[in-house]
């Protein structure tokens, strides 16, 4: 299958999620989606950066979460969803008005910036759904400005014992039924899970990170290791 008509796939299925998205989501994660990303947003340099990317913006919880603590004067949300970001574009403009952020719908593969555009990007729970990590990996390190960071945010899977277990019933099980129930679509709460599952097992990010040229600073298992967050530095 080609590159586009890959990225067409996933946007038109989160075009069909966006309207229940932010529901499903909270109430998936069991209201731990907020701990997660305020979790990353403590990982933005200091100090706090000017020019902020939120890469596979979806719906903006990333950049709202961003805005209650910092105040960049250019922040860019970028998708491959016409519908997410428009989700996020209402949200945000809401609380903070339509000053100091754009709205931009391209793929993480081909990002349409100028070297050395920004600080800081930050992915959540994109990274997994990208056609070619690699690919992505060297445009972010190439937008991003020397000692620029970047903060991903991925869900993971934890790797034994009695929770390992329950985890994968609620994956495989539960997930894909109540998903599907509630947002109408079965085949993008199949595809949730199956796509944690496989990200997890293969697990590409260290090394597209590495081979990109940036340089790794943490990585932290949040809520028993169900979400991995990543950072890294361009040296
Ligand atoms: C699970 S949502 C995450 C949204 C948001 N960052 C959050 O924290 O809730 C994943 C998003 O990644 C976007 N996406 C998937 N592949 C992409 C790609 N190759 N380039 C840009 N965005 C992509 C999807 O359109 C979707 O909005």
Redesign the pocket.
């Known amino acids: 299958m080609s590159s586009s008509t890959q990225?067409e796939e996933?946007?038109a299925?989160?075009?069909t999620i966006?309207h229940q998205?932010?529901v499903l989501?909270h109430i998936l994660s069991l209201g731990l989606?907020y701990r997660w990303?305020r979790a990353a947003i403590r990982q933005v340099m200091t100090p706090a950066p000017q020019t902020v990317l939120?890469?596979?913006?979806?719906?903006?919880?990333?950049s709202l979460t961003l805005l209650k603590r910092y105040k960049p004067t250019k922040l860019v949300c970028?998708?491959?969803?016409t519908e997410?970001?428009e989700r996020?574009k209402k949200k945000i403009t809401k609380r903070y008005g339509d000053k100091q952020t754009e709205f931009v719908q391209?793929?993480?593969?081909a990002l349409p910036f100028p070297e050395a555009t920004f600080q800081c990007v930050m992915?959540?729970?994109?990274v997994r759904?990208?056609?070619?990590i690699p690919q992505?990996m060297n445009e972010v390190a190439r937008v991003l400005e020397e000692k620029g960071r970047l903060i991903v945010?991925e869900f993971s899977m934890p790797k034994r014992g009695f929770f390992a277990l329950l985890y994968k019933f609620y994956l495989r099980i539960l997930l894909p039924l109540f998903g599907g129930l509630i947002s109408g679509s079965f085949k993008a709460y199949r595809y949730?899970p199956s796509s944690m599952e496989r990200y997890a097992r293969e697990s590409p990010l260290p090394s597209a990170i590495c081979a990109a040229g940036l340089r790794m600073v943490e990585t932290k298992p949040l809520s028993g290791g169900t979400v991995l967050l990543t950072v890294a530095e361009k040296a």
């Open positions: 990225h996933i946007s299925m989160f075009d966006a998205y932010d989501n989606d990303r939120d890469l596979a913006a979806g719906t903006g919880d990333m970028a998708d491959l969803s997410m970001l996020g391209c793929a993480a593969e992915i959540g729970f994109g759904n990208f056609q070619n992505a945010l949730l």
